[in-house]
């Protein structure tokens, strides 16, 4: 089968961990834990035509990648989750600088842009504005809720899928 | 000093030591990443059944991707991984690319791990408290911001409210001050016809000021309704060129009422009101024009009435053309006192807008404003219904309690050609009805035993058959309701217009 590498990247807080937690184990907790390096989780995805995929989930710690020794990380991913916490527009414009250091780093590889917090919606400070840009810019941008599971597996799929069709 | 090498006993204390802080564990692989050697705690791990030539990628997942192609090596720490299901470790992972295949060693990292977790969180928790903080304070000011402008507003209110008291004292004094000072002259005999035209002026100026503040109260609490009737509005605009034909003449202003020729007979729309916006539009052009002309121009076009009304008096500054439709203000200076409540053009502006049409002005001070308005107004083609007339002089019953009213109702009547009876309460007029047998039936709405709608009701189950006209100084939308209720033909407003209630009875007949 094949397996595939996808890290989680983005600002602190954001709910990488939680994300992982939703889509391997079902389960979500209120409490922020951070994470310390890099947490590895896997699962098997169906693909578009039946084939199935192992993915490896890689749920790294805040903004580590932008230094050489989180960057190590990276080596070998064949695509990344980039996630914005919904609530604090300040984690877009992290995920902006994430997505320019990553993709310099990897290259063309395919990610998808996850916008967390969707059961928060009424505070949400990225705007749809905001998420219009990201589109225009050629980001695919998915809303989700690690906290009612709305939208996770459908990002992890899309990703999957594109991972896939290389 | 010479260095020495370290005796055995010492070095293996070394290695004991290194063993139990880190369990280093150092895996082999092949080219494939098949294991072919092992060495260290493998059991720590939880990785004690790997069995020579077994694919490393299988138990260690986090083996797929990363270790392809590597020419130098490399460290991932504080890896958290899952050897086996409920067994979780935290390694610092070194990937050194060999020879002939791939070395892995993992040194444990679980303690130190928690000790930077615990100062991570830490930080991480301080970042976000401080983030909220800030945005707390933002929403802080922001609302600080907001209560200022409120308080700005309650002050200007509070500001505007005594300027409205003083002014409507002022307003409703100034017209008795003129009433109680010519009828005082009646106890010297003199009554010149001027001072009845000054009382006449001074009372109708009080009506409007009345007329005003209900319809500003009915406006704010959404009680204002629109009836629209068949409406001559020909009739309407020869109704304001005689109105203030006398000002214009007095003042050495000219004025002009046109209607455009293509202006249907009759139009569907309230009548009354279109009345009093015109009479608003045309006395406020008076009350800023000293000299030039005032000029009204009525057009229709696709059920539409088109009306302008424009002068070339003081003209208002581009800052205040939106204010002035506020209530309570007027153009110039807040603390000035000018003419009236300061409501006319806000009831003007919510009744154009109520009869769905929009407001425009044009203003250039000095040189005179324009104010265009366009509302709804199908053309009707009804004919309006009228009842046989009853041949032969009319029998009217007046009902009234108040003796003055009925005395004035009785001085316009006596000479018009009606038979007049007079009631003071329900109970008489029901009697009155029995006994006389009237044509007509000219009722107020307060009586002192019942109401005017339960008379009539009373009255049409004995069998009278006739038109009934209220007369109220309540004018409210419920009770015209009511009395539209039991059949009443008319509903009219005290305090009475002759002129009104002559032309009123002639058509109910």
């Known amino acids: ?166 | 000093m010479k260095e020495h090498r370290l005796p055995q006993e010492l070095q293996h204390y070394l290695d004991r030591q290194l063993f139990h802080r880190v369990h280093p564990l150092c895996l082999v692989a092949d080219a494939q990443e098949r294991l072919t050697g092992a060495s260290g705690d493998l059991d720590f791990y939880g990785l004690a059944d790997l069995v020579e030539g077994e694919r490393l990628d299988n138990v260690l997942p986090w083996l797929s991707g990363t270790a392809a192609g590597l020419v130098e090596p490399l460290v991932l720490e504080f890896l958290s991984m899952e050897t086996r299901p409920g067994v979780a470790h935290t390694a610092h992972v070194h990937l050194v690319p060999l020879s002939a295949g791939l070395g892995i060693v993992l040194l444990d990292a679980s303690d130190e791990q928690a000790q930077r977790r615990e100062r991570q969180q830490a930080a991480n928790e301080l970042a976000l408290l401080h983030r909220q903080r800030e945005k707390l304070l933002a929403e802080l000011e922001q609302s600080q911001v907001r209560l200022q402008e409120s308080h700005r507003r309650l002050e200007e209110a509070g500001q505007l409210k005594s300027l409205f008291i003083g002014n409507m004292s002022h307003e409703f004094r100034t017209p008795l001050t003129s009433i109680l000072g010519y009828l005082d002259l009646r106890h010297q005999g003199e009554m010149k016809p001027a001072y009845l035209d000054a009382m006449e002026g001074a009372a109708r100026h009080l009506l409007s000021l009345v007329d005003n503040l209900l319809d500003q109260a009915k406006l704010e609490n959404d009680e204002l309704q629109l009836n629209p009737t068949e409406t001559d509005v020909r009739e309407i605009a020869g109704v304001i060129r005689q109105m203030f034909e006398r000002t214009a003449r007095q003042s050495g202003i000219g004025f002009t009422v046109e209607v455009s020729p293509r202006l249907p007979a009759c139009l569907l729309l309230d009548g009354m009101r279109l009345r009093q916006i015109l009479v608003n539009l045309t006395g406020n052009a008076f009350k800023f024009t000293q000299q030039g002309e005032i000029r009204v121009t009525l057009d229709w076009q696709d059920a539409r009435l088109n009306v302008a009304v424009s002068d070339t008096g003081s003209g208002i500054p581009v800052a205040e053309q939106r204010r002035i439709f506020e209530p309570f203000r007027q153009a110039g200076q807040p603390a000035i006192r000018r003419h009236g409540a300061g409501l006319g053009l806000a009831i003007t502006l919510a009744l154009v807008e109520r009869m769905g049409g929009r407001m425009q002005l044009e203003s250039t001070p000095g040189k005179g404003s324009r104010f265009v308005f366009d509302i709804d107004a199908p053309e009707s083609h009804r004919i309006p219904v009228t009842r046989a007339r009853t041949t032969g002089r009319r029998h009217l019953l007046i009902v009234e309690d108040d003796p003055d009213i009925r005395a004035l109702l009785g001085a316009y009547l006596e000479d018009s050609g009606y038979d007049l009876a007079f009631a003071a309460d329900g109970g008489m007029a029901l009697a009155a009805l029995t006994a006389s047998k009237p044509d007509l039936l000219l009722m107020d709405l307060h009586l002192p035993d019942m109401m005017g709608p339960q008379v009539v009701q009373a009255a049409r189950d004995e069998g009278y058959e006739g038109p009934v006209i209220i007369l109220s100084a309540a004018a409210g939308q419920a009770e015209q309701a009511q009395a539209a209720a039991v059949g009443v033909d008319a509903y009219l407003a005290k305090p009475i217009d002759p002129a009104v209630l002559l032309k009123t009875l002639s058509e109910l007949g």
């Open chain 1, 1 to 166: 089968m094949q397996a595939a590498k996808i890290c989680m990247v983005g600002d602190f807080s954001v709910g990488k961990t939680s994300m992982v937690a939703r889509y391997v184990h079902s389960t979500f907790s209120d409490r922020y834990l951070t994470t310390v390096g890099v947490k590895i989780d896997t699962r098997q995805v169906e693909l578009e035509g039946g084939m199935a995929m192992k993915l490896v989930l890689w749920d790294l710690a805040g903004t580590d990648v932008l230094n050489a020794t989180g960057s190590a990380y990276l080596r070998g991913a064949a695509g990344y989750l980039l996630v914005i916490d919904g609530t604090r527009r300040d984690t877009l414009e992290t995920a902006c600088r994430l997505q320019e250091q990553v993709s310099g780093m990897l290259g063309d590889t395919p990610f998808v842009a996850a916008v967390n917090k969707a059961d928060l919606k009424a505070a949400w400070e990225v705007t749809p504005d905001d998420i219009s840009q990201r589109i225009a810019a050629g980001w695919p941008v998915e809303c989700c809720s690690a906290k009612t599971g709305e939208g996770v597996g459908a990002v992890f799929q899309q990703l999957a899928n594109a991972i896939a069709a290389r």
